[in-house]
């Protein structure tokens, strides 16, 4: 061989052995963009890797942002546990955007690499009509990594598989075009085993929580490649299968309205019926304040839903679901139709917040001081509770403390009651034994100009504290009914609902 040529050859290696060492390290990785193995669809990508360092897993939630945000695994192992009396290890695999065609594939890699004992796969019906709402995704399938994991041998993709230099090398143009990969959409929330809590509301006013405006129905019409990509799953090998309806505001009114889920979900369901894989559809029993948008459950319902889960799946278990005599009820229905949810421990705070909420005095307002709420709304005293725990507990930084304490203190003292003359007035006098008033700019949106000219006079109520609510877009007053002196509303006002005058209200 050519002097020159080996030489070439030796100092090529040095430089990629080099090269391949660098890139396997922490401080290089830190500085370098991250690794997409080709595919654009970075979310996915992130979760594989999450999953190679959790280890071994026992069931895998599966499916798109929905499970990603609506299975908390930590709850679920205990509540499991707590059913069954036997331990599981479970991780949220839980993509945004992924679709029935993609997902078929994705869970081939996944039992073939990790070997669960049991993959959940949950659908809320979008996900078999066709729709690609995240760049890349589309595509994945058909990626040379993707192939090669799916047992098609190709050179890219086994160098994407085992060349940390390779890797980096292949992203370094998405640096110039860093729109072609699709990044996970940054909370504020600590994840765990793959789950990622929505501590906050995303589009708050266009939430069922925060708007009456009519909802819109989307017409699923069934994929071909999206009920091919689901055939998939029902049809895999190496892992028990299990499938859920998943539950989403706007498809547990069109329940409600059209008496029958998604016929798209009606489809799914006999075909794995008919191959004797277990479809389960989650009843209706979430409130308006459990979901974080039309589609995603806050983390209040989440936390519900995977102890409801739990509970359920147990028992199915323990009844013979995965037995060959299985009985067939238990492919389609829930076993424990009657299941009472026990109350959150703690109301989501940790034990060290907890004992600290138990052991904090406010300064506030005295003991025994009565505070009035006027509004009505679903935001209730057990959610508010629980909605600040787990924002406290789950925030990657958390807020300053005390002044959810003294929030959660004012909470505990304030009762409701109906002061009818006051309602018109909005007069001061008219809230015998009253010391405190407490709203939110929420209820004050249902007022007129000259209520809230009322409410803010000084002369009526002394601002004593206010609170904006750290997941939410609602501000909260505390004011000290200031008796003696008044300024009353004009003899004649409108309000949204009635017209009143000094006497009545028509």
């Known amino acids: 061989m050519n002097r020159t040529l080996l030489y070439t050859v030796l100092l090529f290696a040095v430089i990629v052995g080099l090269g391949e060492g660098l890139a396997r390290t922490a401080p290089v990785q830190r500085v370098l963009p991250e690794p997409s193995f080709g595919t654009a669809y970075l979310p996915a990508i992130r979760l594989f890797q999450e999953l190679d360092e959790f280890g071994k897993v026992d069931c895998l939630f599966f499916g798109n942002s929905m499970v990603n945000n609506g299975f908390n695994p930590q709850v679920f192992e205990q509540a499991y546990q707590a059913a069954a009396g036997e331990s599981?290890?479970?991780?949220?695999?839980?993509?945004?955007?992924?679709?029935?065609?993609?997902?078929?594939?994705?869970?081939?890699?996944?039992?073939?690499?990790?070997?669960?004992?049991?993959?959940?796969?949950?659908?809320?019906?979008?996900?078999?009509?066709?729709?690609?709402?995240?760049?890349?995704?589309?595509?994945?399938?058909?990626?040379?990594?993707?192939?090669?994991?799916?047992?098609?041998?190709?050179?890219?993709?086994?160098?994407?598989?085992?060349?940390?230099?390779?890797?980096?090398?292949?992203?370094?143009?998405?640096?110039?075009?860093?729109?072609?990969?699709?990044?996970?959409l940054s909370t504020d929330a600590r994840s765990i085993q793959g789950y990622a809590p929505l501590l906050e509301f995303a589009k708050p006013y266009r939430t069922s929580l925060f708007t009456t405006e009519p909802l819109v129905?989307?017409?699923?019409?069934?994929?071909?490649?999206?009920?091919?990509?689901?055939?998939?799953?029902?049809?895999?090998?190496?892992?028990?299968?299990?499938?859920?309806?998943?539950?989403?505001?706007i498809g547990q009114v069109y329940r409600q309205e059209h008496q029958q889920p998604y016929p798209v979900i009606e489809t799914a369901a006999a075909y794995a019926h008919s191959h004797g894989i277990p479809f389960w559809r989650t009843p209706d029993f979430f409130s308006v304040v459990d979901w974080a948008d039309l589609y995603h459950l806050y983390v209040t319902g989440a936390e519900q839903y995977s102890r409801w889960f739990a509970a359920q799946f147990a028992e199915a278990v323990r009844r013979g679901l995965f037995e060959p005599d299985a009985p067939p009820e238990l492919l389609s229905n829930p076993p424990l139709q009657d299941l009472t949810l026990e109350p959150l421990a703690h109301d989501g705070f940790s034990d060290a917040d907890w004992q600290m909420l138990q052991d904090y005095e406010s300064p506030l307002v005295p003991p025994g001081a009565v505070i009035f709420d006027p509004s009505n709304t679903p935001l209730t005293v057990p959610f508010l509770r629980q909605s600040i725990g787990l924002y406290l507990n789950w925030h990657q930084n958390p807020p300053e403390k005390t002044p959810w304490f003294d929030f959660l203190?004012?909470?505990?003292?304030?009762?409701?009651?109906?002061?009818?003359?006051?309602?018109?007035?909005?007069?001061?006098?008219?809230?015998?034994?009253?010391?405190?008033?407490?709203?939110?700019?929420?209820?004050?949106?249902?007022?007129?100009?000259?209520?809230?000219?009322v409410l803010q006079n000084p002369l009526n109520y002394?601002?004593?504290?206010?609170?904006?609510?750290?997941?939410?877009?609602?501000?909260?007053?505390?004011?000290?009914?200031?008796?003696?002196?008044?300024?009353?509303?004009?003899?004649?006002?409108?309000?949204?609902?009635t017209i009143c005058d000094a006497e009545s209200c028509v």
């Open 462 to 497: 002394e601002l004593i504290a206010s609170w904006s609510h750290p997941s939410m877009p609602v501000t909260y007053f505390l004011y000290r009914v200031v008796k003696g002196m008044s300024v009353n509303l004009p003899n004649s006002f409108v309000t949204n609902f």
């Open 217 to 249: 129905f989307n017409d699923y019409s069934l994929s071909a490649a999206d009920f091919e990509g689901f055939k998939q799953i029902v049809n895999l090998k190496g892992t028990r299968v299990f499938i859920v309806n998943l539950p989403s505001y």
């Open 88 to 184: 599981i290890r479970c991780f949220t695999f839980g993509v945004p955007g992924l679709t029935a065609s993609s997902a078929g594939p994705m869970a081939e890699i996944l039992v073939e690499r990790y070997h669960p004992d049991l993959l959940i796969y949950g659908i809320e019906g979008v996900e078999l009509g066709g729709f690609v709402s995240v760049p890349g995704e589309d595509g994945f399938p058909r990626t040379d990594w993707v192939r090669y994991a799916r047992g098609q041998l190709n050179l890219e993709g086994w160098l994407l598989d085992h060349s940390f230099l390779y890797r980096y090398l292949d992203t370094a143009p998405e640096i110039l075009t860093p729109a072609a990969v699709e990044n996970r």
């Open 409 to 453: 203190t004012v909470l505990d003292q304030v009762q409701g009651g109906d002061f009818a003359a006051w309602r018109a007035s909005k007069d001061p006098a008219d809230l015998d034994g009253v010391d405190y008033l407490f709203y939110s700019d929420l209820w004050m949106r249902w007022l007129t100009d000259a209520e809230i000219q």
